[in-house]
């Protein structure tokens, strides 16, 4: 079986990058070939694991003569120097679109037996352009839908290209959810009939992320944890600020450990805001997966203060590394999470802020929900005390919840949907 995988971003960085670096690297460990269309920047590398499970890649390169501005990115802060796809001229999304579109006609002598285009965006159109429909499943990673929000709301310019875009994913067949919220807000966004939209959940790598042993002891420092971009829009100001306000107790030895990619802007901000704190908050940057593992599989509570998330690899991975979770209340991650890890309290949400834009919070909710968050964070560490008290339970309820999320979301699981689709 051939598969030609479409991808519009780097394949690395985000949620989605992972994801497909994650779904080739698995198909390509069943005998499967794989082909990959990607954007890149002239500078940067992809990753030598990825490159071996390929037998082609093209890759789009973007800030040369021929595409002279960066990649356009599926959110407006990417971690990495990008476009704002509602900014672009009418000249640049040309460019952009002449440039996939081209890559994609030199791919059908490939001859493949199925396409898998990510996102719900700009690059359908192009990919029917070349292809039969029967042959494309387009997966929708959440970002695509708050773009189509986006776009309508700041850009009229171009309103052609996303009615392009509505009316071609409307002639797809199969297009996959990560849960069933996002499945209804396809429905919604897209006018798409639902028996063509299947739900298949994130996926997790389960020889990386797994619950290691706990220690007999409490006298560790605990380790609270963050992965994901470091921007305003996944709160990480205010985790900084909860973090600091419950320090100020001296109740634990603690350290917050945050990873992820970061603009110079942002980074020096949030490196001011904890100036105070500094050599009890760490910033690693971005790490690959074989090296943020480790991390997860120490670390004992995971906070994700996100405004918005598709549904969220970080957490799953985290939660497969046997973390006490706090995350958000937002309706496209509590779908996947098993009940067992809810009802042991394992996982707790705290309520969003008033939102006035998708992703961002209205100012004046801040403090009482920097509170909670301070508050939910101090419930799991002293729930953390308690499992190293009584680690036989503790270490039940981690293995029981690895191995229900094992059995759901590994990819060798999630490609086997796809490809069976």
Not at 67 to 93: A, C, N, Q, R, T
Not at 157 to 166: A, C, G, H, S, V
Not at 291 to 313: C, D, H, Q, W
Not at 314 to 334: F, Y
Request: contains cysteine.
């Amino acid at each position: 079986m051939k598969i030609l995988h479409v991808y519009a971003q780097k394949p690395d960085h985000t949620g989605s990058g992972v994801y497909i670096q994650n779904l080739i690297k698995n198909l390509h460990s069943q005998g499967i070939s794989n082909y990959l269309i990607c954007a890149t920047s002239v500078s940067d590398d992809i990753d030598k694991d990825l490159l071996q499970a390929l037998d082609k890649i093209d890759v789009i390169n973007f800030d040369t003569k021929d595409l002279p501005f960066p990649i356009p990115g599926m959110s407006d802060d990417m971690p990495y120097k990008s476009s704002i796809y509602s900014k672009l001229s009418e000249e640049e999304l040309n460019l952009w679109q002449n440039a996939f579109y081209n890559s994609l006609k030199k791919a059908k002598a490939y001859k493949p037996d199925k396409i898998i285009v990510h996102h719900l965006w700009g690059l359908v159109p192009l990919v029917l352009d070349n292809f039969d429909s029967k042959l494309v499943t387009a997966i929708c990673h959440g970002t695509d839908m708050r773009q189509l929000k986006l776009f309508k709301h700041l850009n009229n310019t171009n309103i052609d290209f996303i009615e392009n875009i509505l009316s071609s994913i409307q002639k797809l067949n199969d297009i996959i959810a990560l849960n069933d919220i996002q499945k209804q807000a396809i429905i919604n966004n897209y006018k798409v009939d639902s028996h063509k939209i299947r739900t298949i959940g994130l996926g997790f790598n389960p020889k990386l992320f797994f619950p290691e042993k706990l220690p007999n002891t409490t006298n560790n420092e605990f380790e609270i944890s963050y992965v994901g971009k470091i921007t305003p829009q996944k709160g990480v100001g205010e985790l900084i600020s909860a973090f600091k306000h419950l320090q100020a107790k001296n109740k634990y030895n603690m350290r917050l450990s945050l990873i992820g990619s970061a603009d110079s802007i942002n980074l020096d901000y949030y490196k001011s805001l904890s100036k105070t704190h500094e050599s009890h908050i760490h910033f690693l940057g971005a790490l690959k997966q074989h090296i943020m593992a480790p991390y997860l599989r120490n670390s004992k509570v995971f906070v994700l203060p996100s405004y918005y998330e598709g549904a969220s690899t970080v957490t799953l991975e985290a939660l497969a590394s046997g973390n006490r979770i706090v995350v958000n209340d937002i309706p496209t991650i509590k779908p996947w999470i098993p009940q067992k890890a809810i009802e042991s309290g394992r996982v707790l949400f705290v309520n969003l802020p008033k939102l006035i834009e998708v992703d961002k919070p209205c100012p004046s909710c801040l403090d009482n929900y920097i509170e909670e968050l301070k508050d939910t964070i101090d419930i799991q560490l002293e729930k953390t005390i308690s499992d190293l008290e009584f680690s036989s339970k503790a270490e039940r309820d981690r293995l029981e919840i690895y191995e229900i999320l094992q059995s759901k979301y590994s990819w060798t699981s999630i490609s086997n949907q796809i490809i069976n689709i």
